[in-house]
């Protein structure tokens, strides 16, 4: 059962939104009226905030049950959709179920039964095999970046998931792909297309840095020195490259972080609390970051391996730019490495020898209580500002969750704010805080 159901004035006002874009205003007309949807839109459009908007309308109040299904392609997708319901105060209970975390956490969660689930194919099927949340009420069923989906090998358990949803009768796809094939299994029949692929005018400058050595490490390295200090992704095709970059980026004392798909799912999220605060200014990370995440604006991306898909070249190119932004994207190429066809830019870059410090102001700081302890970010504020003694401009951004948060505090000033903030009350709960 919802509380204090909002309006979409109030929801968007909650959200810092002022007025939705032509994309969005076209997506409410359309899901509210069309029983089938398709959303094609770049990355960082807002497609989340398009599709949520008229769902979370159409959910009856009244209602005990799960209402409304959204499937994505990775775990930190479903984590980032629940933390936006979140900071919407719909009213609506949501809670995201994935693998890489123990199937009684889920349980735990889902004992309040939620009206929205977001969640990866493999363990909403597990869910619904094991009967652990009602299935009669749900209508409405998003596939969210459903290409990605399809590509990570999600297919039959989407397929096994749709089968026993027999009342939906309103399913919205998403994707940032153009062209992409609509599955039989999927239900969508003369849908309404919202194609928003072919209008962004990009401000996205593609440029190609050319390296002497094969391993191209040290032109890497010159790379950053000449980009300065700014926010980025350095794209690599497999984790043991990302390993090996990482190794070469902490000989050279550029702080950084790793993302890929073999990494805990705490490390992952850990990684991308750190990138976001600005503690790490640079993440190395495979495609698996090249879409559906929750990252700030990035000045650059540099393509360490080339990808081996247009598709790829896109999504990767896509977290910069965004939004009518500016952003480079760099293509590092060993000199006698042939250039794929999709990727035609003449701009060559020259790089200078020169040693820039390439560091961050902040770090994150660990709190071991959430919001399951009625701890809110006012309550974090005041622990930090009146104990650990910040001034205003020295609060980074705070990230709560259930049961821990995450502080950013100037680097040189943590050491100190640990000893005065460590062992305080907060509410009713003596914290723990410690150095991420």
């Given at each position: 059962?919802?509380?204090?159901?909002?309006?979409?004035?109030?929801?968007?006002?909650?959200?810092?939104?002022?007025?939705?874009?032509?994309?969005?205003?076209?997506?409410?007309?359309?899901?509210?009226?069309?029983?089938?949807?398709?959303?094609?839109?770049?990355?960082?459009?807002?497609?989340?905030?398009?599709?949520?908007?008229?769902?979370?309308?159409?959910?009856?109040?009244h209602c005990d049950n799960v209402q409304l299904?959204?499937?994505?392609?990775?775990?930190?997708?479903?984590?980032?959709?629940?933390?936006?319901?979140?900071?919407?105060?719909?009213?609506?209970?949501?809670?995201?179920?994935?693998?890489?975390?123990?199937?009684?956490?889920?349980?735990?969660?889902?004992?309040?039964?939620?009206?929205?689930?977001?969640?990866?194919?493999?363990?909403?099927?597990?869910?619904?095999?094991?009967?652990?949340?009602?299935?009669?009420?749900?209508?409405?069923?998003?596939?969210?970046?459903?290409?990605?989906?399809?590509?990570?090998?999600?297919?039959?358990?989407?397929?096994?998931?749709?089968?026993?949803?027999?009342?939906?009768?309103?399913?919205?796809?998403?994707?940032?792909?153009?062209?992409?094939?609509?599955?039989?299994?999927?239900?969508?029949?003369?849908?309404?297309?919202?194609?928003?692929?072919?209008?962004?005018?990009?401000?996205?400058?593609?440029?190609?840095?050319?390296?002497?050595?094969?391993?191209?490490?040290?032109?890497?390295?010159?790379?950053?020195?000449?980009?300065?200090?700014?926010?980025?992704?350095?794209?690599c095709n497999f984790k043991d490259t990302i390993?090996?970059?990482?190794?070469?980026?902490?000989?050279?004392?550029?702080?950084?972080?790793?993302?890929?798909?073999?990494?805990?799912?705490?490390?992952?999220?850990?990684?991308?609390?750190?990138?976001?605060?600005?503690?790490?200014?640079?993440?190395?990370?495979?495609?698996?970051?090249?879409?559906?995440?929750?990252?700030?604006?990035?000045?650059?991306?540099?393509?360490?391996?080339?990808?081996?898909?247009?598709?790829?070249?896109?999504?990767?190119?896509?977290?910069?730019?965004?939004?009518?932004?500016?952003?480079?994207?760099?293509?590092?190429?060993?000199?006698?490495?042939?250039?794929?066809?999709?990727?035609?830019?003449?701009?060559?870059?020259?790089?200078?020898?020169?040693?820039?410090?390439?560091?961050?102001?902040?770090?994150?700081?660990?709190?071991?209580?959430?919001?399951?302890?009625?701890?809110?970010?006012?309550?974090?504020?005041?622990?930090?500002?009146?104990?650990?003694?910040?001034?205003?401009?020295?609060?980074?951004?705070?990230?709560?969750?259930?049961?821990?948060?995450?502080?950013?505090?100037?680097?040189?000033?943590?050491?100190?704010?640990?000893?005065?903030?460590?062992?305080?009350?907060?509410?009713?709960?003596?914290?723990?805080?410690?150095?991420?």
């Open positions: 059962m919802a509380n204090e159901i909002k309006s979409q004035k109030e929801i968007l006002a909650k959200l810092g939104i002022t007025a939705l874009n032509p994309m969005q205003e076209e997506a409410l007309l359309a899901i509210a009226s069309a029983p089938n949807t398709v959303l094609l839109s770049p990355t960082g459009t807002g497609k989340t905030v398009a599709f949520l908007l008229p769902t979370l309308q159409a959910l009856d109040i299904v959204i499937l994505v392609p990775s775990r930190e997708l479903a984590i980032q959709i629940e933390q936006v319901i979140r900071e919407m105060g719909s009213g609506f209970k949501a809670n995201a179920v994935y693998g890489g975390r123990p199937f009684s956490k889920d349980k735990e969660a889902l004992l309040h039964t939620p009206a929205i689930l977001i969640g990866t194919p493999g363990r909403v099927a597990d869910h619904i095999r094991r009967e652990t949340f009602v299935v009669k009420d749900i209508t409405t069923l998003v596939l969210d970046e459903f290409d990605k989906s399809l590509e990570t090998g999600f297919e039959s358990e989407m397929r096994e998931i749709i089968e026993n949803l027999p009342k939906v009768d309103k399913r919205i796809l998403t994707s940032a792909t153009q062209g992409v094939e609509i599955p039989q299994f999927t239900g969508v029949h003369n849908a309404l297309v919202i194609d928003y692929l072919g209008t962004q005018k990009s401000n996205l400058q593609i440029k190609k840095v050319l390296a002497p050595q094969k391993d191209k490490l040290q032109t890497l390295v010159a790379l950053l020195y000449h980009i300065g200090n700014q926010p980025g992704i350095i794209f390993q090996f970059v990482s190794d070469y980026l902490e000989d050279h004392n550029i702080p950084h972080g790793v993302f890929y798909g073999g990494l805990e799912q705490l490390e992952r999220e850990r990684a991308l609390i750190k990138f976001r605060n600005g503690t790490h200014q640079i993440i190395i990370a495979t495609d698996l970051a090249a879409r559906g995440l929750d990252i700030p604006e990035l000045n650059f991306i540099i393509h360490y391996q080339l990808p081996l898909k247009a598709e790829e070249f896109t999504h990767r190119n896509g977290r910069t730019a965004r939004m009518n932004a500016q952003g480079t994207a760099y293509v590092l190429q060993w000199e006698q490495e042939p250039t794929p066809e999709f990727i035609t830019t003449t701009e060559i870059v020259k790089l200078e020898d020169k040693q820039t410090a390439i560091r961050s102001q902040w770090a994150t700081l660990f709190v071991s209580g959430g919001r399951k302890d009625k701890i809110s970010k006012g309550d974090l504020a005041g622990l930090f500002f009146k104990q650990g003694k910040l001034k205003g401009d020295e609060l980074g951004v705070i990230e709560l969750k259930q049961d821990c948060a995450f502080v950013a505090v100037p680097k040189e000033k943590a050491k100190a704010v640990i000893e005065k903030t460590n062992n305080m009350r907060l509410k009713k709960k003596k914290v723990r805080v410690t150095l991420l």
